[in-house]
Nanobody
Framework: QVQLVESGGGLVQPGGSLRLSCVAS????????MGWYRQAPGKQREPVAR???????NYADSVKGRFTISRDNAKNTVYLQMNSLKPEDTAVYSC?????????????WGQGTQVTVSS
């Protein structure tokens, strides 16, 4: 069974930083692109950052220069380092497996973690 478990969300002030982590099942991690998506209240889910199995990355324009996605194959973990956070980054962030860097999400989702940026 495929499992994705996220952690690292929370409340942070504007300008602050958070790092999200997503641990994936061993049997998928080496063969799938991974990504982070987010959904804010009243808005559609959108891709934030994606990384291929080979390490190529793609970012939403709104987070370029502030967010960094990375993966540690030895730990079956993908990270999202979020710096210079803004109130508009507030959303539920979900890890996805099977995504491509320029296409839609894959079929495997984590449970989501809340990120709230507020003073």
């Amino acid at each position: 069974q495929v499992q994705l478990v996220e952690s690292g969300g929370g409340l942070v002030q504007p300008g602050g930083s958070l790092r999200l982590s997503c641990v994936a099942s061993r049997n998928i991690f080496l063969f799938y692109g991974m990504g982070w998506y987010r959904q804010a209240p009243g808005k559609q889910r959108e891709p934030v950052a994606r990384i291929s199995s080979g390490g190529s990355t793609n970012y939403a324009d709104s987070v370029k220069g502030r967010f960094t996605i990375s993966r540690d194959n030895a730990k079956n973990t993908v990270y999202l380092q979020m710096n210079s956070l803004k109130p508009e980054d507030t959303a539920v962030y979900s890890c996805n497996a099977g995504t491509t860097v320029s296409g839609g999400p894959g079929k495997y989702w984590g449970q989501g973690t809340q990120v709230t940026v507020s003073s």
